[in-house]
């Protein structure tokens, strides 16, 4: 075949390994184990071709009781796919799962799908309104849920495909909908696949980081396609032409294509003789479609999406059905129910440039006219109106489009709606008449919604700018306000921003508004704990207090019962008064809705939990508190926060990977500078004691450090880090340069942060264990930091310190061994490791071999299991010293297993579910989850059974 036809390949090339992976999900999922499939590549590369092959052959494996369940069950998969609009990621909610949704309406029918739905009221009701639903409470917890159990529904019945086509596209609450249902679908029939561009994509793109986030679960399998090589583009154009290719011809089209399936066919197209650009080659595969359906097909490029039917109908003012027979026939649209979609980006794109300006404009004003006399999306109405050159109605459609999305909990879209209202802003006259409300309101809504999305320097530009256009003299209350919000940005990008609170204080004099003054006192104490900590925040968070609690405001009660609570956190508090401090606040916040305050005093409760000696307690409200920062769409804001705090604890708890995972989870997120500092520390924690100093230095480098330093409550954090990454790297004098600058701090602390202080005592003993014989040169820090902790023995971290610092001294076997007893009760493996190695140390002094020996194999185990390589090279050399052989060290298991995923395997070839083993072992059912998934891969197997099999065959089980 040659010339300008239109050429579609009618086989799927090279893509065996694929579509096998993605049969081994579907079996998977319809053994009850949910998997997601995520399918990227560059744009023409061939995902949706390859999902369409794969879903195609689930269909044809299911025969109508084939399975032999009940009444004739049909044992083929029900199919429900939804797409990306290219306008969704302006600010379209939830577009592929309204889809989804649609398609099952037309599975089940109407009367069966309200059934599945709560009878009270759905928060659903505005995507299905043919239902005639009553609506439900809004948000993101019942939304998510609602969608999460039709799905669980429909997989009860029969295996259910999902498939998400596009997510490169996707509006933010649709990522967040998708992430919430990889992570609940547990136990479900249902294989979620989805495809994303990535090739051209920039790694800020949110695509990229939703990638990175899902691609490291373990229910996840992740495939790339690449490009074909010079012997797979020859079969494909064999393929095209219905003869083997000329090898020159096909090797000359290999190079220019760049193995690019979709390049391929246009190059082949249109001749391998051909200069034209990719564009001219796109749009020669059309150039002989009669007029009407190119026509249609521009139509369709302008929506930017699927068209339904009557909207394409009504806004190309005639009928189309022949023109869409046409280009359905010709390859160049889809049909998706009764919607029409342009096969692939890269032509929709073409054509939409090759539109003459004045054609695009009538066309998307065609659009706007039409939507705005239905149910259609404002966002999607704002962008036609905008390039239709009606700015006016395109501002008002922005605006309604952000008070949309904020009742939806849609923060990334209602700052994007916002941005484009202020772009419009000056193109409008009475601009603010219009929409009802002034430049600087829209500023300061903005602002706010910045800081619920957790976008800090986009949020105090905003607040600069209504700061701008207010006078204080007149609106001191107003300005006031904003200056809180602001300062509370800058904390969260470098620690600052008490400056901005103590300017709003003075404008807010005692009786002018008392609610308001004291929330800028509780506002300058937090500034002040997180920027500079300092005496002066105790003092302005008691005022604080003092002022809520005679006003009975419980926003202000929220406030300053929780900065009151933190700083007793950080200080001499204890734990059972910060706990109490925090409860106080949240319930003041649940009273007032304030869904920041209520997550930050989980966070602060589940540190003081972990401090009192109670890690597992801790970890499991911190997750649980994850859970809501997601449903109420704060992850960015408040989820990373939550997810370092939880973090601290699994290292804590020897849980390093789980550990490291959750941080790269939160990460990809790209939360505010502050908070990336704290996530990068836990990530510079583990790399210390593994050994992987330069890893720990690059994220110690990245840390957002404000310029008050080591003064700082995120400089006071990181000098434990960087403490034992000096005495790891063998530079004591930096280490005892750092104690120094920790030293002449101290006295513009409060007390200090208490479990810091503790740290940094117990790195400064490490110092001086290390530098010991040479403690002329280096003068002794720690006695100094040991005052601080003076009488805070009552938090168990700090007893656990100091019983150590007290084996430091005595040197005996006994002051060692009680200094690791302190050490379980914190649940500190790592430390307790070290605390066993000086029991050793000890124990060899003392002649006491088998008591050496006995606290060495413990002291390996725990360092074995962690990785912890230096660690475990301190114990294997005062072994050596001391002449004791180490217990047998276990050889790593075949496949690439770890001990602890060989573990797992022992426990899942007796049979066991993943309950059953969590219980055995101790952990989540979800870290079971993950093990079994990682055992199968490294297996090469499908199954638990085969996984069982193979582990029988190859003596990986012998023994049990």
């Not at 029969?158 to 490169?168: F, G, M």
């Not at 003789?273 to 595969?285: I, M, P, Q, T, V």
């Not at 005052?787 to 005996?812: C, H, M, N, Q, Y």
């Not at 052989?885 to 496949?895: G, K, M």
């Amino acid at each position: 075949m040659t010339g300008m036809g239109v050429v579609v390949s009618p086989v799927l090339i090279n893509r065996r390994s694929e579509l096998a992976a993605l049969r081994a999900a579907y079996e998977r999922a319809r053994a009850g184990e949910p998997v997601t499939v995520l399918v990227s590549g560059e744009a023409g590369i061939g995902k949706s071709r390859l999902v369409a092959t794969a879903v195609d052959s689930f269909r044809d494996s299911g025969v109508a009781g084939a399975s032999g369940r009940a009444g004739g069950v049909p044992d083929g998969p029900m199919v429900l796919t939804g797409g990306c609009l290219e306008l969704g990621a302006d600010g379209t909610p939830w577009m592929p799962f309204l889809a989804i949704l649609r398609n099952l309406l037309r599975e089940w029918g109407p009367e069966r799908l309200a059934e599945a739905l709560p009878s009270g009221g759905t928060a659903l009701a505005g995507w299905l309104p043919e239902l005639s639903l009553p609506e439900g409470p809004d948000g993101h917890v019942r939304l998510f849920g609602e969608v999460l159990g039709l799905l669980q529904r429909v997989a009860a019945e029969r295996p259910l495909v999902v498939v998400v086509e596009d997510l490169h596209w996707a509006d933010a609450s649709s990522r967040e909908l998708l992430v919430y249902l990889v992570r609940n679908l547990a136990a479900s029939a249902v294989l979620l696949i989805v495809t994303m561009r990535t090739g051209e994509l920039p790694s800020s793109h949110p695509t990229r980081q939703l990638l990175s986030e899902l691609g490291r679960r373990a229910e996840v399998v992740r495939l790339e396609l690449e490009p074909l090589g010079r012997k797979e583009v020859g079969e494909l154009l064999a393929a095209l032409d219905g003869r083997a290719p000329h090898a020159v011809a096909s090797s000359e089209i290999h190079r220019r294509s760049s193995g690019n399936p979709l390049f391929v066919e246009a190059l082949y197209a249109s001749g391998t003789a051909s200069s034209e650009g990719l564009n001219d080659l796109l749009l020669g595969r059309i150039a002989d479609l009669s007029p009407a359906a190119r026509a249609v097909l521009a139509t369709i490029a302008v929506a930017g999406g699927a068209v339904p039917d009557d909207l394409l109908s009504e806004v190309s003012g005639a009928s189309v059905d022949d023109a869409l027979r046409e280009l359905v026939e010709r390859n160049q649209v889809s049909v998706s129910g009764t919607e029409y979609l342009i096969r692939h980006d890269l032509i929709r794109e073409a054509v939409y440039g090759a539109l003459l300006p004045g054609e695009r404009r009538r066309l998307h004003a065609r659009f706007a006219t039409a939507i705005e006399a239905g149910p259609g999306s404002p966002a999607a109405l704002a962008e036609h109106w905008s390039v239709a050159g009606e700015p006016g109605k395109a501002l008002a459609a922005a605006w309604r489009a952000a008070l949309t999305a904020e009742r939806q909990y849609a923060y990334d879209e209602q700052l994007n709606m916002l941005d484009r209202v202020l772009e419009l802003w000056s193109e409008v006259d009475g601009a603010g008449e219009l929409i009802g409300v002034s430049y600087a309101a829209v500023q300061e809504t903005a602002a706010a919604a910045s800081y619920t999305a957790g976008r800090s320097r986009t949020g105090v530009e905003h607040a600069t700018a209504a700061l701008a256009a207010l006078d204080p003299d007149t609106e001191p209350l107003r300005v006031a306000g904003l200056l809180r919000l602001r300062g509370l940005l800058r904390c969260r990008i470098d620690g600052s921003g008490s400056d901005d609170l103590s300017h709003a204080v003075r404008l807010v004099q005692p009786g002018a508004d008392d609610v308001l003054r004291s929330r800028l006192l509780s506002g300058l104490a937090f500034t002040e704990l997180v920027g500079t900590p300092g005496p002066e925040m105790s003092r302005h968070a008691a005022q604080a207090l003092e002022l809520a609690e005679a006003a009975g405001d419980d926003q202000a009660l929220a406030d300053a019962r929780l900065v009151v609570g933190g700083i007793a956190l950080h200080t001499d508090g204890g734990p059972g008064v910060v706990q109490q401090l925090m409860q106080d606040a949240r319930r003041a916040a649940d009273a007032c809705g304030d869904h920041h305050t209520y997550l930050t005093s989980l966070q602060w409760e589940g540190r003081a939990i972990a401090d009192a000696g109670r890690p597992e307690e801790a970890a499991a409200l911190l997750e649980g508190a994850g859970r809501q920062a997601a449903q109420w769409g704060r992850m960015r804001a408040r989820g990373s926060m939550l997810t370092q705090n939880r973090a601290e604890v699994l290292i804590s708890l020897g849980r390093w990977d789980e550990a490291l995972e959750l941080v790269d989870n939160a990460l990809a997120d790209g939360p505010p500078p502050w908070y990336d500092a704290a996530l990068r520390m836990e990530v510079a924690v583990i790399a210390v004691r593994r050994g992987r100093y330069d890893e720990a230095a690059g994220h110690l480098a990245q840390m957002a450090v404000p310029p008050s330093g080591v003064a700082s409550e995120i400089g006071l954090q990181r000098l434990p880090v960087q403490l034992a990454l000096a005495v790891g790297s063998g530079d004591v004098p930096t280490a005892d340069r750092l104690l120094v600058e920790a030293l002449d701090v101290m006295p513009d602390w409060p007390t200090a942060d208490v479990v810091v202080t503790a740290r940094l005592y117990l790195a400064a003993l490490q110092v001086e264990r290390t530098v010991a014989g040479r403690r002329r040169q280096v003068p002794v820090r720690s006695e100094a930091l040991r005052k601080g902790l003076s009488g805070l023995d009552r938090w168990p971290i700090v007893d656990a310190v100091l019983r150590t610092g007290d084996a430091f001294e005595a040197g005996s076997v006994a002051a060692w061994d009680t200094a690791a007893d302190a050490w379980r009760v914190v649940h500190d493996v790592y430390e307790l490791a070290r605390a066993l190695v000086g029991g050793a140390a000890a124990a060899i002094r003392s002649n006491n071999k088998p008591g050496a020996r006995r606290r060495l194999d413990e002291a390996r185990e725990i360092a074995t299991r962690l990785a912890a390589v230096p660690l475990l090279s301190d114990i294997d050399d005062l072994a050596q010293r001391a002449g004791l052989s180490p217990a047998a060290r276990e050889e790593p298991a075949a496949h690439g297993l770890t001990e602890r995923e060989l573990v797992v395997l022992r426990v899942l070839a007796r049979g066991l579910s993943n309950a059953e083993i969590a219980r055995e072992l101790f952990v989540s059912p979800n870290t079971v989850a993950t093990h079994v998934a990682r055992i199968l891969r490294k297996l090469n197997v499908s199954t638990r059974t085969e996984a069982a099999a193979v582990a029988h065959h190859t003596g990986l089980v012998a023994g049990d």
